[in-house]
C-alpha cells in the first residue's frame, strides 16, 4: 500500500512561487513512478510534471520553463517548485504513483496512476 501526503499549497499573486511537496509512504517508495497532476475547477485532471527513475523530467508545454519537477529519494518526498506563477494555474495539485513503468511512458495520463493524494489547493491572484 502507498500513501502520499502533499502540502505546500497557498495563495500567491501572479508572478509569485511556491513549492509543492509530496511525502510518499511505501515498503519501498523508489520502486514506484511518480507524477504531479492538477484540476482546475470544472476541468478535468491533467499531468503537469513527471519524473523517471535516473531523474530524468517531462513536463506538460503549459508550465515549461516554469516548473520544476524533482524527488529525494532519502528523505521519500516529491517536489514541484512552481515559479512565474500565473492566474490560470489555480487548481488542486496531486501526486500520483504507480508501479508500472518505464516512469515517463504515459506519464501523463491519470488511468496509468493507482495511488492519489488527497490533494493541496494553489490560488494565484491575477
Not at 500565473?86 to 495520463?109: Q, S, V
Request: positive net charge; hydrophobic residues 30%; aromatic residues 12%.
Amino acid at each position: 500500500q502507498v500513501q502520499l501526503v502533499e502540502s505546500g499549497g497557498g495563495s500567491v499573486q501572479a508572478g509569485g512561487s511556491l513549492r509543492l511537496s509530496c511525502q510518499v509512504f511505501a515498503n519501498t517508495p523508489s520502486n514506484y513512478c511518480v507524477a504531479w497532476f492538477r484540476q482546475a475547477p470544472g476541468k478535468e485532471r491533467e499531468g503537469a510534471a513527471g519524473i523517471g527513475g535516473n531523474g530524468s523530467t517531462d513536463y506538460a508545454e503549459f508550465v515549461k520553463g516554469r516548473f520544476t519537477i524533482s524527488r529525494d529519494n532519502a528523505k521519500n518526498t516529491l517536489y514541484l517548485e512552481m515559479n512565474s506563477l500565473k492566474f490560470e494555474d489555480t487548481a488542486m495539485y496531486y501526486c500520483a504513483a504507480r508501479a508500472h513503468r518505464p516512469c515517463l511512458i504515459n506519464w501523463g495520463r491519470e488511468s496509468y496512476y493507482t495511488y492519489w493524494g488527497q490533494g493541496t489547493q494553489v490560488t494565484v491572484s491575477p
